[in-house]
């Protein structure tokens, strides 16, 4: 499986900016998408995290009410829609897949592949 992640950017607090991630190859066995992302210093932290099948959502406590998560299964693409864009939200931002079933959606762990990576800068 291959994940491109892109849309990242430099924007103003307040501001919008939507990420994609387009899945490719062996995609069948692919149960959840997720985003997280990674500040520098920090450790990387799940933003939100979606099911290919019923389009079942989950968020973090931070970015609920601003970030929305959507998928298009015929584009084989996860979208990540952000919304009032604070400096706390700047980071490099990762899709990944999970093939597991049953999976703790916030685990880094859980997830068997990852996309590059995208910039996202809040500036103040």
């Known amino acids: 499986v291959q994940l491109q992640a892109s849309g990242g950017g430099l924007v103003q607090a307040g501001g919008s900016l939507r990420l994609s991630c387009a899945a490719s190859?062996?995609?069948?066995?692919?149960?959840?998408m997720g985003w997280f992302r990674q500040a520098p210093g920090k450790e990387r932290e799940f933003v939100a995290a979606?099911?290919?099948?019923?389009?079942?959502?989950f968020y973090t406590d931070s970015v609920k009410g601003r970030f929305t998560i959507s998928r298009d299964n015929a584009k084989k693409t996860v979208y990540l829609q952000m919304n009032s864009l604070k400096p706390e939200d700047t980071a490099v931002y990762y899709c990944?897949?999970?093939?597991?079933?049953?999976?703790?959606?916030?685990?880094?762990?859980?997830?068997?592949?990852w996309g590059q990576g995208t910039q996202v800068t809040v500036s103040s």
């Open positions: 190859g062996r995609t069948l066995g692919s149960y959840f």
């Open positions: 979606i099911t290919w099948s019923e389009g079942t959502t």
């Open positions: 990944a897949s999970s093939h597991y079933v049953h999976t703790i959606v916030a685990v880094p762990t859980e997830y068997n592949y």
